[in-house]
């Protein structure tokens, strides 16, 4: 049973607009939410985290947004860039502000984001 | 280098040879993860250390994997008797705490023929 989904496999987008990565969860107990980028041949690289007492947190051009009653968190990246190219991995954890604490993070199994020129 | 170091970047081994897997953490980091990451999947936890201390191995898939970390620092993971159903990349992730989020290397890519 997978308890992060990431319900779309790829995602295309125009440079300069905006891109919306989606992202499901079912275990309740999560209460902090990390999204990482990874590039072929790379390590995930950490991108923007939020906590369950929040609903939205900005950096930059990321902005990553939580619904709690519906188990949804998404990523917007505004205004795409070709540089973001990437996979995109929505990741949870049930230690409350540790990005992992003693159990390790949950992934999904990522979006596939192409910036078109 | 400043970030999570592992090596070999690359493994090829026979089925039933044994393995290891070594990780260098950000220096001063108390937390360490080792993940799995299969083909079109994402990365699945294995274990993790504080410090020297194995608090969870929960992950672990048989009891052919061990992890270790004995100084606190560097960490290796063995893999004894591989099976085709090892290959895999595997990943390893530090950080500062267990309150900041996980930095990760680039993995070691596990090929058992």
């Known amino acids: 049973d997978q308890q992060v989904k990431q319900n779309s496999p790829s995602l295309s987008v125009q440079e300069g607009r905006i891109s919306i990565l989606n992202c499901d969860y079912t275990?309740?107990?999560?209460?902090?939410f990390l999204w990482y980028k990874k590039y072929p041949a790379e390590g995930p690289t950490f991108l923007i985290s939020?906590?369950?007492?929040?609903d939205k947190n900005e950096d930059g051009r990321f902005t990553v947004f939580l619904n709690k009653s519906a188990k949804h968190l998404s990523l917007h990246i505004v205004p795409s860039q070709p540089g973001d190219s990437a996979v995109y991995f929505c990741?949870?954890?049930?230690?409350?502000?540790?990005?992992?604490?003693?159990?390790?993070?949950?992934f999904g199994k990522g979006t596939h984001l192409i910036i078109q020129p | 280098g400043a970030g999570v170091s592992q090596s070999p970047r690359y493994k090829v081994a026979k089925r039933g040879q044994d393995v290891a897997l070594r990780c260098d953490p950000i220096?001063?980091?108390?937390?360490l993860f080792w993940y799995q990451q299969a083909l079109g999947q994402g990365p699945e936890f294995l274990t993790y250390?504080?410090?020297?201390?194995?608090?969870?191995k929960s992950g672990l898939p048989s009891d052919r994997f061990f992890a270790e970390r004995p100084e606190g620092s560097v960490s290796t993971l063995k893999i004894q008797r591989t099976q085709q159903e090892d290959s895999a990349v595997y990943l390893c992730a530090s950080s500062p705490t267990t309150h900041q989020p996980q930095h990760f290397g680039d993995g070691t890519r596990l090929s058992i023929l």
């Open positions: 275990n309740s107990m999560f209460d902090y």
């Open positions: 939020i906590s369950s007492i929040k």
């Open positions: 250390f504080q410090n020297e201390a194995q608090l969870d």
């Open positions: 220096s001063g980091h108390v937390s």
């Open positions: 990741a949870a954890s049930t230690e409350g502000y540790s990005g992992g604490g003693a159990d390790g993070l949950t």
